[in-house]
T-cell receptor, first 113, second 117 residues
Framework: KQEVTQIPAALSVPEGENLVLNCSFT??????LQWFRQDPGKGLTSLLL?????REQTSGRLNASLDKSSGRSTLYIAASQPGDSATYLC????????????FGQGTELSVKP | DAGVIQSPRHEVTEMGQEVTLRCKPI?????LFWYRQTMMRGLELLIY????????DSGMPEDRFSAKMPNASFSTLKIQPSEPRDSAVYFC???????????????FGPGTRLTVL
């Protein structure tokens, strides 16, 4: 059974700091991994999607990496801003299971001015 | 593009009442997903459809829950009868078909916050 874990559950950093969010999964046989952002009381916004054959994806100040063999992904946020404060979730999609995503519990990020 | 549309945004009902949640996926998307989010269990997939056909409903918790997709632009999730433990945020998401660069990404609606008293 695939399980997805995100550590830490919460993180508080001062503005301008570079930071890394972690995501681990127990079964390395994944189809892809997706990072989402969720603001309080809102839906999820897709940030980055990494296919199983890829090592990383970048979008602006965000960089996501994937190491399937070790069952890990990281989301790197450069030069953090207060507007980055949100909950970040990772989700994995397994092969041959259609679009079913298995989510981690998320990391709640707070960036202090 | 209006994105995934869900209604209502908030629903408060009493135990035993029927609840119907609605979703309009992004136009042209072939797959639709219903998720439930709670503090205890996080985000869980309830059911998903491909081309209006239910593919995997293994996440539907009980027979009280049912979902339909009568056409490509509309889906409902119904709870009958509702119970206090059904209180959660219910999200609908849609995904494009196999063409296009973002065909693997799921796009989420704003959710329906359900409270069953």
């Amino acid at each position: 059974k695939q399980e997805v874990t995100q550590i830490p559950a919460a993180l508080s950093v001062p503005e301008g700091e570079n930071l890394v969010l972690n995501c681990s999964f127990t079964d390395s046989a994944i189809y892809n991994l997706q990072w989402f952002r969720q603001d309080p009381g809102k839906g999820l916004t897709s940030l980055l999607l990494i296919q199983s054959s890829q090592r990383e994806q970048t979008s602006g100040r965000l960089n996501a990496s994937l190491d399937k063999s070790s069952g890990r992904s990281t989301l790197y946020i450069a030069a953090s801003q207060p507007g980055d404060s949100a909950t970040y979730l990772c989700a994995v999609r397994r092969p041959n299971q259609g679009g079913k995503l298995i989510f981690g519990q998320g990391t709640e990020l707070s960036v202090k001015p | 593009d209006a994105g995934v549309i869900q209604s209502p945004r908030h629903e408060v009902t009493e135990m035993g009442q029927e609840v119907t949640l609605r979703c309009k996926p992004i136009s042209g998307h072939n797959s639709l997903f219903w998720y439930r989010q709670t503090m205890m269990r996080g985000l869980e997939l309830l059911i998903y459809f491909n081309n209006n056909v239910p593919i995997d409903d293994s996440g539907m918790p009980e027979d009280r829950f049912s979902a339909k997709m009568p056409n490509a632009s509309f889906s409902t999730l119904k709870i009958q009868p509702s119970e206090p433990r059904d209180s959660a945020v219910y999200f609908c998401a849609s995904r494009p078909g196999t063409s296009g660069g973002s065909y693997n990404e799921q796009f989420f609606g704003p959710g329906t916050r359900l409270t069953v008293l």
